[in-house]
């Protein structure tokens, strides 16, 4: 079993960026979702602005969030963000730790993405492992992984919500996605996990599943029932 894939997400709902190689932290993913879209009633993501999954989200040389590789508070940026989300749309940087919906890594497995045949992005995992059999990650919840020098623990396995439903290319939404995965996976697929030993972790790596007797942190926002709220936010900085 090894590291296939390696995924970043610094703006909360964008689209991704794949990586060769990655830090963990007890953060997850350092430079995980360090910015988000919110409105008048807080925090905006792709369940209910589909279109924000258009947008690129990166990491910027001096580890800021970049969106379709300009800074998140360009002008450009705000314009891009209100006609993917609404006028009211705006732009805000936080990095507590519930802007996590669960906990701060999800892990996919080679296997059940492939039972589900669908583009795993949709899925919208940190990291994902191959040579896996079947639906055999359902198994690990309890457990742990270690890749290198770092040690994941698996709490459970994620339920989905309609962002699966969303292309990652074309944006369009296939319903029928979110009901086979409610048909035949009892609506959950990939797990939540968090980290138990930091390390910097590679995608061709080894990774085995190992026990564990460690209780994981607290849940994400949506989870310990206290969503964040902004805390810091920019307007679009001029360019002057």
């Not at 924000?52 to 963000?81: C, K, S």
């Not at 319903?175 to 930091?198: E, P, Q, S, Y």
């Not at 190992?210 to 001029?238: F, K, M």
């Amino acid at each position: 079993m090894r590291v296939t894939e390696l995924w970043r997400y610094p703006v909360k709902s964008m689209r991704g960026e794949p990586l060769d190689n990655a830090v963990l932290t007890d953060d997850g993913v350092t430079g995980d979702r360090l910015a988000h879209v919110y409105g008048p009633r807080g925090v905006l993501t792709a369940r209910t602005r589909p279109r924000l999954l258009r947008l690129g989200g990166t990491l910027g040389p001096a580890g800021e969030p970049l969106v379709n590789g300009l800074p998140w508070d360009d002008p450009a940026t705000a314009a891009a963000v209100q006609e993917a989300a609404g006028v009211q749309a705006r732009m805000a940087s936080y990095d507590g730790p519930e802007r996590f919906d669960v906990l701060p890594l999800l892990v996919a497995t080679d296997g059940a993405i492939k039972a589900l045949r669908e583009d795993g992005r949709r899925l919208r995992p940190n990291i994902v492992l191959g040579g896996v059999p079947g639906l055999a990650e359902r198994s690990w919840p309890g457990r742990a992984l270690r890749i290198g020098e770092a040690l994941i623990g698996v709490q459970s396995v994620r339920g989905r919500c309609i962002i699966t439903t969303i292309d990652p290319d074309t944006g369009e939404q296939d319903l029928d996605v979110l009901r086979k995965i409610h048909r035949l996976f009892d609506g959950t697929m990939a797990l939540n996990c968090w980290v138990i030993r930091g390390g910097r972790i590679r995608v061709g790596e080894r990774a085995e599943v190992v026990d564990l007797d460690v209780d994981p942190p607290p849940g994400g926002g949506w989870i310990t029932g206290t969503p964040y709220r902004v805390t810091s936010s920019a307007g679009p900085r001029s360019r002057g």
